[in-house]
């Protein structure tokens, strides 16, 4: 297994952008190979799916993969033999561990989308140097943000989910562990927190780059403008949601800098970065994506995809090969306007909604992740959705996990949710058990987590 450091990473990027085509796609096959090779020889999941794989293989040869499988196989799944998943799951359980590493060399982190129990991540060194790497040299759509970011000694906080082992999170407090010297230069304030009390993180900490979920972000529009926060940020950068145009336009008119986005994943870092024309580019040097309709059979350009199948070529303790994202998007090969001559894509985002809520005849907005990273911690729930009625009403559609109570886990799940709505002031909530599973829109297909059917 290959070992690369920050330096080198970045040193990577930039040379691989000075290539021929020819070149380029040299690197891409041969990173492909190495990744392959690597995960059969030391991965028994691997070893066992491409036993009749033909040595002349192409990338289309390879068996796709999904999260499920992958966590049903956790233990024969990751390359290095020692570590199982139980080990790491006791881990987990002090969230004291958030940024720390799980023997001495891994960070852990966990995501989930709609289809599912939350995949555990593993990042080693190489994979975190990567990730920055790439972060580090394509992230800035304009050297101008990047000049003012460093004038203003690049303080940078995230409004992001807190109380969980989320990449954001954790990347932030792994960074602060290791140098603790950096918490006036680097921090992270919980989007979980009523907004009167993010305001007042946001405005003793002073940042240069403001992050977080485009949803939270909107919340303090309002708070900006009424003058309770007051900063003065020249970028800010958004993920993990879907940014439309109309928030992008209100957030630099509101915030007086530019706004992009990004396109990013726990299991492949970031997959695309945004240029001025707002398209994103793939990182295609160290990730591979194919847009593939529902049977995984590729789609043309310009086509909206039903999923993409996404290869991490770094990441070799937990290999990533064609694996299932379920991300609607188009793929472009045309020249970009901005000169990056990387293959770009559109997106369909996700689009959960805003959570409205009346109290004593005052309109109270919360973000969808802050109720979304809320229920997510109750692990007895393997799917949810949350729809919101007029009059503070609750309608919670569950699928419980396999011999798990559903009842009990309602119980559970009405507690947490009034826990946490009373911290924004909700106070008055009625909860009810749906005769429904969660599903999805009956025209477009679209899944959400948040329904919001009250119009406050």
């Not at 309002?222 to 993990?240: F, Y």
């Not at 492949?268 to 580019?281: D, N, V, Y």
């Not at 909604?353 to 004593?360: G, P, Q, R, T």
Request: hydrophobic fraction near 35%.
């Amino acid at each position: 297994m290959k070992k690369i450091g920050l330096i080198k990473g970045m040193r990577l990027c930039a040379k691989y952008q000075k290539l021929s085509e020819t070149e380029k796609s040299q690197v891409r096959h041969k990173r492909l190979h190495e990744m392959v090779d690597y995960a059969r020889t030391h991965s028994p999941y691997y070893n066992q799916l491409y036993k009749d794989l033909e040595e002349d293989y192409t990338l289309s040869d390879l068996p796709p993969v999904n999260k499920s499988e992958l966590m049903a196989h956790f233990d024969e799944w990751l390359t290095d033999r020692k570590v199982k998943l139980e080990d790491i799951r006791v881990f987990m359980e002090n969230l004291d561990n958030i940024g720390r590493k799980f023997q001495g060399e891994y960070l852990v982190f966990t995501t989930s989308g709609s289809t599912g129990n939350p995949l555990v991540s593993l990042c080693d060194r190489t994979t975190n140097n990567m990730m920055g790497a790439i972060n580090a040299g394509r992230t800035f759509a304009r050297k101008s943000d990047l000049k003012a970011f460093f004038r203003r000694r690049g303080k940078t906080i995230g409004v992001f989910a807190t109380g969980g082992f989320y990449l954001g999170n954790s990347s932030v407090r792994a960074r602060l562990l290791s140098m603790p010297w950096k918490k006036k230069q680097i921090a992270v304030t919980s989007a979980l927190l009523p907004v009167k009390q993010i305001v007042e993180e946001l405005n003793s900490f002073q940042p240069a780059m403001l992050g977080g979920y485009p949803t939270v972000l909107e919340s303090l529009i309002e708070e900006q403008l009424s003058g309770r926060l007051h900063i003065k940020p020249v970028l800010i950068m958004t993920g993990g949601e879907y940014l439309s145009n109309t928030l992008r336009e209100r957030l630099s008119e509101v915030f007086k800098c530019y706004v992009q986005t990004s396109y990013s994943c726990t299991e492949g870092g970031t997959i695309a970065c945004e240029c001025t024309e707002q398209h994103f580019h793939i990182n295609e040097d160290w990730v591979i994506v194919e847009p593939v309709d529902k049977n995984n059979q590729p789609v043309e350009d310009g086509v909206l995809s039903d999923k993409i199948l996404m290869t991490n070529l770094f990441n070799y303790t937990q290999p990533f090969i064609r694996y299932e994202i379920t991300d609607r998007v188009r793929m472009h090969h045309e020249k970009c306007k901005c000169g990056n001559p990387m293959p770009w894509l559109t997106l369909e985002g996700r689009m959960d909604d805003v959570a409205i809520f009346v109290e004593e005849g005052q309109i109270i907005k919360i973000p969808p992740l802050a109720l979304y990273a809320t229920l997510k911690e109750i692990h007895g729930i393997q799917r949810f959705q949350l729809v919101i009625h007029e009059g503070n009403q609750i309608e919670l559609r569950l699928i419980p996990v396999e011999n798990v109570n559903i009842n009990e886990v309602f119980d559970k799940a009405v507690q947490v949710l009034k826990d946490f709505l009373a911290t924004h002031g909700v106070k008055t909530v009625t909860c009810i058990l749906s005769d429904e599973y969660p599903k999805q829109h009956p025209k477009s297909g679209k899944f959400k987590h948040i329904i919001n059917q009250s119009k406050g």
